[in-house]
């Protein structure tokens, strides 16, 4: 299904998922671990000021390389800044802020490495978001 643990890019490989519950978060992570068990993964994230930030941060994050926070295009959105200093308490990983989000996309991609996993999740915007940036263009 789109939107959900989907490969949309590759080299590094590219997943979006639009879990943004601390629930969705642990199923997420739980699949990606189960189909790719050892890979190095970037977590990209953005997430809404009504959510549960540090559950689903806690639940991303665990065991990963990096965290690349950004925003998406929602009003809600919480500043990166500010979601890199709420998160900070509950991810053992570094975390580099990034507002924009297709510079934060690349960066991720350049700390997982031709070989690794980058996860963007913690938002249905940032899922779709990052779908759209990471599919490869059809050549006409």
Known sequence: ?????????????????GAHTAR???????AV??????????LLTAMLDEKDVA??????AEDVKHVVVTRVDSPRCIAPAD???RIESVVKA???????????????????GSEGTVLASGS?????????????????
């Not at 299904?1 to 998922?17: K, S, T």
């Not at 671990?33 to 970037?42: H, S």
């Not at 559950?55 to 991303?60: M, S, T």
């Not at 975390?95 to 350049?110: P, S, Y």
């Open 55 to 60: 559950g689903v941060a806690q639940a991303l």
């Open 94 to 112: 570094p975390i580099t802020v990034q507002d924009d989000l297709a510079m934060a996309l690349g960066r991720a991609r350049a700390l997982a």
């Open 83 to 85: 979601l890199a200093g």
């Open 24 to 30: 969705s978060a642990e199923a997420t992570r739980a």
């Open 1 to 17: 299904l789109p939107g959900i643990v989907e490969v949309v890019g590759g080299n590094p490989r590219v997943i979006v998922d």
């Open 124 to 140: 249905i915007y940032l899922a779709g978001a990052v779908r759209t940036l990471a599919k490869p263009k059809p050549v006409v």
């Open 33 to 42: 671990e189960a189909r790719w068990p050892g890979e190095t993964v970037v």
